[in-house]
């Protein structure tokens, strides 16, 4: 598939943005887990967060598999509860561009998601225990990939997240042969 098709194909599943862009612009950092580890109070409870997803060099290593990624920028609303589980959707999309990839010849398609996995509570109680594989990817974030940086690096327009915002910009990525 050529970069046109990818990108048609990321906005038909309901990306708001989408870039194709070289894996090795991706932007791995370790202090990005330490945030997760020390900044997130939901630190091991997700089969898709640290301490069971990738580590950076891990991160590193498989970047280095791939020619090709697209970058993909979902745009979604908070609610008023601010924990709206807001990415379900987005992380359904973004399992099935990489399903879809898949199916186009693109074999090895792969998606890190935007943030924990929001399909059920499962993996909360039992972290080996998933009922969604179709849909769970680790976090990008949970992976080491400084999310803001490698968006901002690729030309995506975001906003940082401010105080009474409802408006939010949720990034996942599909690596691609």
């Known amino acids: 598939m050529n970069d046109g098709d990818v990108l048609h194909l990321a906005r038909r599943h309901g990306a708001a943005e989408a870039k194709v862009i070289d894996p ?3 932007i791995v950092s370790e202090a990005v887990v330490m945030k997760c ?3 997130c109070p939901e ?3 997700w089969r898709t967060c640290p301490p069971h997803s990738p580590v950076p060099d891990q991160t590193r290593r498989l970047l280095g598999e791939y020619h090709r990624a697209v970058l993909v920028r979902f745009a979604a609303e908070l609610g008023r509860g601010r924990q709206t589980p807001i990415m379900k959707e987005p992380q359904r999309a973004l399992a099935a561009l990489e399903r879809d990839l898949a199916r186009r010849g ?8 935007m943030g924990r996995c929001w399909q059920c509570d499962a993996c909360r109680l039992e972290p080996e225990r998933c009922l969604h594989p ?5 976090s990008m974030e949970a992976c080491g990939i400084d999310v803001f940086a490698t968006a901002l690096r690729a030309g995506l327009k ?5 105080e009474g915002d409802d408006a ?5 990525i599909v690596l691609l042969d």
């Open 24 to 26: 090795t612009e991706v």
């Open 37 to 39: 580890r020390y900044g």
């Open 43 to 45: 630190y091991g409870q």
């Open 106 to 113: 693109l074999r090895r398609a792969l998606a890190l998601a």
């Open 134 to 138: 179709e849909v769970a990817r680790p």
């Open 158 to 162: 975001l906003s940082p997240l401010a």
């Open 168 to 172: 939010v910009d949720l990034v996942g």
